[in-house]
């Protein structure tokens, strides 16, 4: 450590000696003029421009047509099958619901968006020859989602329904999207 003091000490005497140079006159902008600016990369540049507080001015010249196309799309973009007739012109679609075989049951309902979920709208019918659980309703075109409500207690989604959505409750809705064509559209 001494050896370190001693070599640290001279040192600074030898610079305390060295002569002085006077700088040359303009070297300070000559060296500044020399030297490019660093260019910030892509991601840097990203990172900027996220960064940058961006002003938003809000005139009601330029709400009021935003809102107008922002209207229209939104009508454009109502399903079509929501706004489709029947054929025979009267907006509603026959629809035959069919619980299988294999259901030990002693009295199903279809119940759905359809009939508020009333069970007492939509009784269904043991078919004897397609051992199956059956009922047929006319349904206004457009999305709807319903079970079979199985003795009063027990509700069971359609198991051929190629859709389903989650009813906050733990269960399963089957999905059903109709158009004026007796169809299903997916």
């Known amino acids: 450590m001494t050896n370190e003091r001693f070599d640290d000490e001279m040192l600074a005497s030898m610079i305390r000696e060295m002569p002085r140079a006077d700088v040359p006159e303009g070297f300070a902008d000559r060296v500044m003029s020399s030297l490019e600016p660093r260019r910030p990369s892509l991601w840097e540049r990203l990172l900027l421009w996220m960064r940058r507080p961006i002003t938003i001015r809000i005139t009601p010249v330029r709400v009021i047509p935003a809102m107008a196309v922002a209207a229209l799309l939104m009508v454009m973009a109502l399903p079509m099958q929501q706004m489709a007739v029947a054929p025979d012109g009267s907006g509603a679609v026959p629809v035959r619901f069919v619980l299988g075989k294999n259901v030990d049951a ?4 279809v119940i759905g968006s ?7 709208e939509a009784a269904m019918r043991y078919d004897k020859s397609l051992g199956a659980w059956v009922a047929d309703l006319e349904l206004p075109p457009g999305t709807h989602e319903y079970v079979f409500l199985v003795d009063g207690e027990r ?6 329904a190629p859709l389903s959505r989650d009813d906050g409750f733990g269960n399963r809705n089957s999905v059903l999207y109709l158009t004026g064509d007796h169809e299903q559209s997916l």
Do not use: E, T, Y
């Open 155 to 160: 509700v069971v989604a359609d198991p051929v």
């Open 114 to 120: 359809f009939n508020n979920w009333s069970p007492d």
């Open 106 to 109: 002693r009295q199903v309902a």
